[in-house]
């Protein structure tokens, strides 16, 4: 009995593993996905943070290309290399670009020497900058009623010397270039919203908030483009590589 038993679970088995192909109104389905193995197998994506990588392989690894390729820059961070369809109507993704960027939190409250060290590491020097970090930096803590704010100007207390103080208007909007795309291109800048916010008892905080609803990105995209599209222009058979954004 027990090899009885043995020998239909083992049947049992054997057919589950087997896939059958089903009829359903019409419409053909098979219980099993199945993989076929005499596809030619597709490249692992090479992985880069610079559009230099990208550049520096298509020039120097023709043999890997097919004899139609595509660039697509996905969005200001991320690009990628394809070919062209192969007989299955497929894909290859032979590169894969991703800009290694510094940090900021856009509508996120920093204190004064986070906001400070943030400010000089994610963003380019300008004159908007320089008056940002200015106010942030000498910003006195003060009591409440030495900050006046009517939702669109603000007016702080600032040390302009030893035992000096000033008021002064915090500057808005500001236009800023933060580090947002592959740092090969230029940096789109953008207007942005500077808050100080001062609440009783504590020190007080920075923020910046986007304010151009986000057109940078747009422009960062051509910007990406347009790079690899001068980079490239000299290569042989150009014409096999098309580049999208």
Same mark, same amino acid.
């Given at each position: /009995? ?32 199945? !993989? @076929?193995?005499?596809?030619?197998? /597709?490249?692992? =994506? ?15 690894? @023709?043999?890997?290309?097919?004899? #139609? /390729?595509?660039? $697509?820059?996905?969005?200001?961070? !991320? ?6 369809? +192969? ?8 590169? +894969? ?5 510094? =940090? ?13 060290? #943030?400010?000089? =590491? ?7 900058? +320089?008056?940002?970090? +200015? ?17 669109? %100007?603000? $007016? ?20 800023? %270039?933060?580090? @947002? ?5 230029? $940096? ?13 008892? =504590? ?43």
């Amino acid at each position: /009995m027990i090899k009885e038993a043995l020998a239909y679970i083992t049947e049992l088995a054997t057919k589950a593993e087997k896939p059958e192909v089903l009829e359903i109104n019409g419409k053909t389905y098979c219980t099993k996905n199945l !993989t @076929r193995y005499d596809e030619e197998p /597709m490249a692992k =994506s090479i992985e880069a943070t610079t559009l230099t990588a990208l550049v520096d392989y298509i020039k120097q690894k @023709r043999d890997e290309l097919r004899e #139609s /390729m595509i660039i $697509q820059v996905e969005d200001e961070t !991320t690009v990628r290399l394809f070919s062209g369809l +192969t007989k299955e109507r497929k894909r290859e993704t032979l590169f +894969t670009v991703r800009a290694l960027l510094p =940090s900021f939190d856009f509508g996120h409250e920093y204190d004064q020497e986070r906001f400070l060290i #943030s400010l000089q =590491s994610c963003f380019k020097e300008s004159d908007d900058r +320089t008056a940002v970090a +200015t106010v942030a930096a000498n910003i006195t803590d003060q009591q409440n009623e030495q900050y006046s704010d009517d939702g669109v %100007t603000q $007016q702080v207390v600032i040390k302009s010397g030893v035992a000096h103080k000033d008021n002064a208007i915090v500057p808005n909007p500001v236009n800023l %270039t933060p580090y @947002r795309t592959f740092l090969e291109v230029d $940096q789109p800048a953008s207007d942005f919203i500077f808050r100080i916010r001062k609440n009783e008892g =504590s020190a007080p905080t920075f923020k910046l908030v986007a304010a151009d609803g986000g057109v940078w990105k747009a422009e960062a995209v051509a910007n990406v483009k347009n790079y690899l599209e001068e980079a490239l222009k000299d290569i042989p058979n150009r014409e096999q590589i098309t580049i999208i954004a």
